[in-house]
């Protein structure tokens, strides 16, 4: 039972931000190793609420819907900060859309990234809180950013914040288009389309029942109607041809996409645990391409 005075029950705080966080704490704790993608932070940052949240991933660690939230929550995860922390990318803005719970600022050497964390400002508020209690510091070079997707102006809180809109960003928006109306999704879009020649973005989207298999229909099956329930319903679906369009239309280039099954290979899901990959959803990463003849970084 947690304390009516933990951040996390505040009103407007993202349930889904802890779910996330303790599916890539519990992976370190349930699943064999190697691990997918190592996330040391995910149990601190849980707080008051890990010994319960974890607690179901011990218990049932084998159940599809936990095992699944774990593979989504990790894949996505590896998929983004492998194309982020490539040698040869010359960037060094990191935006997180979304940011919820992630780690990344504080578990990485400061320095070779500025980091803008966007989410709705009770959620930052909570996460203040949590990483204090934690011991965890900020460091200086994280920025964070109060925005509500449905009805904020992105880029101009990003330029307000001190995002350099001349230099090239790094943008990763992780299990957050699901919640999100089309059109908020396409003004998103259309605001990072906007940036510098090189920027890239890796976003998840989930698929339409169509185009998952059963292990991905069962787990929207069982999981949406809960996401409805602590206010945070599923609105979008895009095969990835959709998302593909969706960024052409904004400005972006396909660069790759992927599923499950892509983020580490068959090799590596021939594991000893109940990991599993599924068809639930999808990541594409873009760029936004330099004008003819002018190379960008890393060329």
């Known amino acids: 039972m947690t304390s009516p005075d ?6 407007g705080i993202s349930c889904t931000a802890f779910t996330a966080a303790a599916a890539r704490a519990a992976h370190l704790l349930v699943d064999a190793a190697p691990p ?13 609420r890990a010994e319960e949240l974890l607690a179901y991933h011990r218990l049932h660690g084998t159940h599809p819907v936990l095992a699944g939230a774990r593979a989504e929550a990790v894949c996505r995860s590896r998929f983004t900060e492998e194309r982020l922390l490539r040698a040869n990318s010359g960037i060094d803005q990191y935006l997180i859309l979304g940011a919820g719970l992630d780690s990344f600022a504080y578990r990485t050497p400061p320095g070779r990234f500025r980091v803008f964390e966007v989410d709705r400002a009770a959620t930052q508020a909570a996460k203040r809180e949590l990483l204090e209690a934690a011991g965890i510091a900020v ?10 997707f449905e009805t904020d102006r992105l880029r101009e809180r990003l330029v307000q914040s001190g995002l350099d809109p001349h230099r090239p960003v790094f943008v990763s928006w992780l299990g957050v288009t699901m919640y999100l109306t089309r059109e908020a999704i396409l003004a998103t879009l259309t605001d990072l389309g906007g940036s510098a020649p090189g ?3 890796v976003a998840d989207h989930l698929l339409p029942p169509e185009l998952r298999d059963d292990a991905g229909n069962g787990y929207a099956e069982a999981v949406a109607p809960m996401a409805a329930e602590e206010g945070e319903p ?4 895009l095969s990835p041809a959709a998302m593909a369009a969706l960024l052409r239309d904004t400005g972006f280039e ?3 996409q992927a599923g499950q099954h892509d983020v580490v290979g068959p090799a590596g899901w021939n594991r000893d645990d109940a990991l599993k990959p599924s068809r639930l959803s999808h990541l594409t990463h873009a760029r936004i391409p330099h004008p003819a003849g002018k ?3 890393g060329s």
């Open 139 to 148: 460091p200086e070079s994280v920025t964070f950013v109060a925005v509500d």
């Open 254 to 256: 396909v660069v790759e």
């Open 199 to 201: 920027s890239e973005i």
């Open 234 to 237: 599923w609105h979008t679906f």
């Open 295 to 297: 190379p960008g970084h």
């Open 36 to 48: 997918i993608f190592s996330d040391p932070l995910a149990a601190p940052l849980l707080g008051a």
């Open 6 to 11: 933990f951040p996390g029950n505040a009103p």
